[in-house]
């Protein structure tokens, strides 16, 4: 059996957990690739309301297991807040669970970094996680992984130099108050004990899945538009979103992957600082905020909205090698008399043949866009494709022929029923 990647094809915020929970009902386990407790995914089920940033939204089907792989950076009170959580609406958790030995750890010390850097003039709109302090210290050799909790000398010496350092730099630098070495290294000693039944190592438990022919979805945190090498830096994050990401963080081969799954909102959002070709300013802005309910997840923060923007999406379903779309929110353009959609962009009054990476450029372009009539009818209600109003199916119709890729899967609302699967 080949794995299936889960990837946000814009800006993140497309309602991944949604389609993950979804596509779960036919899946053995479900593992997530990369980022942190950055990420929110939202999935509505009976009734009630799931906001998860750490564990796969597979966790709500019961007979599915969970992966928290190595691309990920934990953050040991997150994940026990969110156990705690799913507990506490009846979801069990025990033996569903794992965590990969070989995932790095966020530190107090990463999440004070990351709060101060967005104090200064360069902001990014990070979420003051400790994301990028945390990927920072992984890829300059000095990180704390889950399996140095089993060691508490090599523990202890570690952390012990880290903070020294970062005691220079929170002094001189940023003008803060040190840290304290021996009150970290009880902490973290006892997150150890919380943490030891989960750990696993998980690359040769999925492997071994893969060999006895189990169903994996792989998931991806935030969108590809905001990957750390594809995406419109430095306004991104400090992972791979992007499907590549997948056999890297979960220490899977290439060959496993079967098929790309790209998820889509019918319209554009994105949160933080950057770049935003489509982003509307106005009344029409505020509307899709406000009808879509556009506000973090994770953060609470109000996103930025737009039209949407096809030129970047090809980008995506290039880079990431999509081959269905799941299209998401497509209710909330109920109620416009005329839809625009992005088809190009303009630089310097010629059109760009691919989508431009450097900050300058991405800045100072201008959207092209084709205006399509709205459907002006409520959709929650539909049930298969045939009946959605014809033009909401000339719009589905639309954004395929652009990307030469189906739209497989179609959200009209925000639970698992207001979904229509072709």
């Known amino acids: 059996m080949s794995m299936k990647i889960i990837v946000g094809a814009q800006w993140g915020d497309e309602g991944k957990g949604k389609i993950v929970d979804l596509l779960s009902e036919d ?7 990369q980022g942190g407790a950055n990420a929110g995914h939202t999935v509505v089920v009976n009734g009630k309301t799931y906001i998860l940033h750490l564990i796969p939204s597979g966790i709500l ?4 297991t969970c992966i928290i792989g190595n691309g990920v950076v934990l953050d040991p009170q997150a994940f026990i807040d969110e156990l705690s959580l799913l507990e506490s609406h009846g979801i069990d958790v025990r033996g569903r669970i794992f965590i ?8 107090p010390y990463h999440k004070l ?7 200064g003039t360069s902001k990014i709109g990070t979420t003051g996680r400790g994301i990028g302090p945390a990927y920072i210290d992984k890829f300059a050799r000095v990180g704390i992984k889950i399996v140095d909790l089993l060691h508490r000398d090599l523990l202890v010496k570690k952390i012990k130099s880290n903070i020294e350092d970062k005691n220079l730099l929170l002094s001189r630098i940023y003008n803060s108050s040190m840290i304290d070495v021996d009150e970290i290294v009880d902490t973290y000693l006892q997150y150890d004990k919380q943490l030891d039944e989960f750990i696993k ?5 999925l492997n071994q899945a893969l060999k006895a022919g189990k169903a994996i979805l792989a998931e991806g945190a935030q969108g590809a538009m905001l990957d750390v090498d594809f995406g419109t830096y430095p306004f991104v994050t400090s992972s791979n979103p992007t499907s590549g990401g997948a056999c890297t963080g979960l220490g899977v081969s290439p060959t496993s992957i079967g098929s790309v799954i790209g998820v889509a909102k019918a319209y554009t959002t994105r949160v933080g600082n950057g770049p935003f070709p489509t982003e509307l300013k106005d009344s029409l802005g505020e509307t899709l905020r406000k009808i879509g309910g556009e506000y973090g997840a994770t953060t609470g923060r109000p996103r930025r909205c737009g039209w949407l923007d096809l030129f970047s999406l090809r980008y995506s379903a290039m880079v990431n090698g999509i081959q269905e779309i799941a299209l ?23 059109l760009l043949k691919s989508f431009p990476l450097d900050l300058c450029t991405i800045e100072d372009i201008e959207p092209v866009y084709e205006s399509l009539p709205g459907w002006k009818e409520n959709i929650a209600g539909a049930r298969n494709y045939s009946s959605l109003p ?7 119709e639309f954004i395929e022929k652009y990307l030469e ?5 179609v959200s009209v609302g925000a639970t698992r029923e207001h979904t229509i699967v072709r």
């Open 61 to 64: 089907h019961p007979k599915v």
């Open 405 to 409: 890729v189906p739209v497989k899967i």
């Open 201 to 205: 190592d998980t690359s040769l438990y």
């Open 390 to 396: 014809g033009k909401c199916r000339s719009y589905i």
């Open 113 to 119: 970094i990351d709060s101060l850097n967005e104090q």
């Open 100 to 107: 990969s030995h070989n995932a790095h750890l966020i530190m």
């Open 328 to 350: 998401t929110k497509l209710d909330v353009l109920d109620d416009f008399d005329a839809i625009k959609v992005c088809v190009g962009y303009k630089y310097n009054n010629k």
């Open 27 to 33: 899946v053995d386990i479900v593992a997530r690739y």
